[in-house]
């Protein structure tokens, strides 16, 4: 019985995406702490639930719509639907209680939250995953679903969209893309299996390196723009902003390593690389603020 009831669990966090929902939550925890005044702690409480219920929903949905093209990729097959561990109906009830407590836990913080939650599920899939079997762009549209999580902290402190929630967005929207396509590089054979398009030139070459390289510029330039003064109240002290160029500029040498080498072990590195980047890069920023 403690067999079956350890693989339900395990089921459970396999199709809500437990590891990814959890980092997400850090990105919005991240968020809130920088457009705060004073922590308020049931907020916090509430953004993290919300949050946790939102991603756990749109990764739900995700595998009920890509159950059949699961079970092609070995990466996949062994999830609970394709592997018939678990129906779809369940998969479903579990999408959509948790569709409904995320938004209703997002409201309760205030309507924007809750409206930038709903936007994030919609097109994640509604529009994400449909797309990634027809056309590499729907790289583009997960990447606003994915750059929510850190804005959506921000609209939860203060009930406003800026030019600070708005700056945060674009942060973690670059990053995704370098971030994405190192993940993609390397698991391309097995995405092939199942039809998926994520590459952006469709294949591991140069012109996918480039665009790697290109967004990681970008995300570079967007990290150090709150020392300017010219993004509101969000701001970065000359230390922190040396911290986050220094690491941004890790995962560029990563980037430019892919271009040379266009071998998996360089994507993995830049994968690696990204992970470290974007934890730490909310952490820096955090700090800053607390003891700037």
Known sequence: MAVTASSVISDFKEITKMRLALSVVFSSIAGYLLGVDTINYKTLTLLALGGYFMVGASNAFNQIIEKDLDALMNRTKNRPIPSGRMAVTTAFIIASVFTILGIVILYVINKQTAMFGAISIFLYTCV????????????????????????????????????????????????????????????????????????????????????IIMYTIWMLLVSIMPVFGFTGTLHLSILATIIVFAMGLVMLFFAFKLYENKDNTSARKLMLASVSYITLMQIVYVIDKFIG
Do not use: N, R, S
């Open 128 to 211: 994400y995953t449909p797309l990634k079997t027809k056309t590499p762009l729907a790289v583009f549209v997960g990447a606003i679903p994915g750059a929510i999580p850190f804005m959506l902290g921000w609209v939860a402190a203060t009930d406003d969209f800026g030019i600070e929630p708005g700056t945060l967005f674009a942060l973690q929207f670059f990053w995704q893309f370098p971030h994405f396509w190192a993940l993609a590089w390397m698991l391309d054979d097995d995405y092939k299996k199942g039809g998926f398009k994520m590459l952006p030139t469709g294949k591991k070459d140069k012109g996918t390196a480039i665009q």
